[in-house]
């Protein structure tokens, strides 16, 4: 034998804890496209497996197992967030993504509670964790490698609908102490023909692109509403951006969507745009009520 393995053999203290099976590595993705392992999420769940282990209870006399107690008090195991972080040496958002991929997964449910210490003390959004072990259980078989916990077999997703029953009852007046929205059950539907993957991929691509280059000069070029408008018109709403631009007005791509909407709403007639660079107007029309003028020379 290895003298390496010699001596682990011979440890006096084996080193226990969280364990990880290898399995995991397949099945805890990131999202569906990019297919990166999510390592947080990986000891998340082997650290809250860990605590739902019960542990022996040794008889003092024989020293054999009489028994198995579990590791925390409450019915569920409490935790928060900023323990996590502290735990894994990164921050609270990037716990909560993870947990959230978890929670996508079925691997876990969470639930916030609100709570009263023995001293009086009301406190709200507690998180309460719980794994599924189930759906834990099919993604570390070894037949079980790169697959979707959902989609394992028909036991495991009717497992999934009733966690989602249980979530939705205990959550549903609570908040999740990072997101401004109630915690909501899990309903999220996936594509199932490669024609439908596929769809959703461009369509989150498309979307990802008009994201990173919101901020540049041209963001309004990516649009679908600017991309309709004629030669004429873009030349007016380029100009029109520009104006802006000296003045210091936001031209974000959230200001552009709101452009093209009111633009829309008066008709579409260029002569708005005209109006509004010669009337040096912060949005393409002063009032409400605003009607185009007579045409003007573009400045």
């Not at 205990?170 to 915690?183: I, Y």
């Not at 990173?212 to 963001?219: E, F, G, N, Q, R």
Request: overall charge positive; hydrophobic content about 30%.
């Amino acid at each position: 034998m290895n003298k390496v393995c010699e001596a682990i053999k011979n440890m006096e203290s084996p080193i226990t804890g969280d364990v990880v099976p290898v399995n995991w590595y397949s099945n805890i993705r990131k999202n569906n496209k990019t297919k990166t392992v999510d390592i947080i999420a990986i000891a998340l769940l082997a650290n809250i497996y860990y605590w739902y282990r019960p542990t022996p209870i040794d008889d003092e006399v024989s020293g054999k197992v009489v028994g198995y107690k579990q590791k925390f008090k409450a019915d569920k195991l409490q935790k928060n967030y900023q323990e996590y972080a502290d735990l894994l040496g990164v921050s609270k958002r990037t716990i909560k993504n993870s947990m959230d991929t978890l929670v996508r997964l079925e691997l876990i449910t969470r639930e916030f509670r609100k709570i009263i210490t023995k001293n009086g003390l009301v406190l709200t959004n507690v998180m309460f964790l719980e794994p599924i072990i189930h759906n834990i259980i099919s993604i570390s078989s070894p037949d079980k490698v790169g697959g979707d916990t959902r989609i394992v077999g028909e036991v495991v997703h009717k497992i999934g609908e009733t966690y989602t029953k249980t979530t939705t009852e205990t959550t549903s007046n609570n908040k999740d102490p990072l997101s401004n929205e109630s915690v909501p059950p899990y309903k999220e539907s996936f594509p199932t023909t490669e024609e439908e993957i596929q769809t959703k991929e461009r369509t989150q691509s498309k979307e990802r692109n008009v994201r990173k280059k919101c901020d540049s000069p041209d963001d309004h070029k990516l649009l679908e509403e600017y991309i309709k408008l004629t030669s004429e018109e873009k030349e007016l709403y380029d100009e029109y951006i520009e104006f802006r631009r000296r003045k210091k007005y936001p031209t974000n791509l959230k200001i552009h969507k709101r452009l093209f909407k009111r633009y829309k709403e008066l008709g579409g007639d260029k002569q708005i745009i005209e109006s509004a660079i010669v009337g040096g107007y912060r949005n393409l029309f002063p009032i409400n009520n605003y009607k185009p003028k007579k045409r003007y020379s573009c400045l």
